[in-house]
């Protein structure tokens, strides 16, 4: 079984930065893909980024250019470093872990969100 646990939400005014860090519960990146999601009050969940087994990352649109995806293979870990927050940001932030390319009949792991709120 995954355990994920992310941590660095907080509240920060427009424009400012964030770093998120989801850290797992063993060397999983070999095997699983990583996404961060987030869910704003009252909106669906949407994708933020992914980075997978092969370190290839994508975002959506709407953070491009200002949230990076990462990973510390030795710290077990992945991170979303988000700058020029906006106060649409502001959500509960969410990592998965998707084994499902190696495990055909493995769930999805998720971690319990952290919160970002961006407000002046």
């Known amino acids: 079984q995954v355990r994920l646990v992310e941590s660095g939400g907080g509240l920060v005014q427009p424009g400012g930065s964030l770093r998120l860090s989801c850290a797992a519960s063993g060397d999983i990146f070999s095997r699983y893909a990583i996404s961060w999601y987030r869910q704003a009050p009252g909106k669906q969940r949407e994708l933020v980024a992914r980075?997978?087994?092969?370190?290839?990352?994508n975002y959506a649109d709407f953070v491009k250019g200002r949230f990076t995806i990462s990973r510390d293979n030795a710290k077990n870990t992945v991170y979303l470093q988000m700058n020029s927050l906006k106060p649409e940001d502001t959500a509960v932030y969410s990592c998965?872990?998707?084994?499902?390319?190696?495990?055909?009949?493995?769930?999805?792991?998720w971690g319990q969100g952290t919160q970002v709120t961006v407000s002046s």
């Open positions: 980075i997978t087994t092969g370190a290839w990352t």
């Open positions: 998965n872990a998707d084994g499902r390319l190696y495990y055909p009949s493995s769930p999805l792991y």
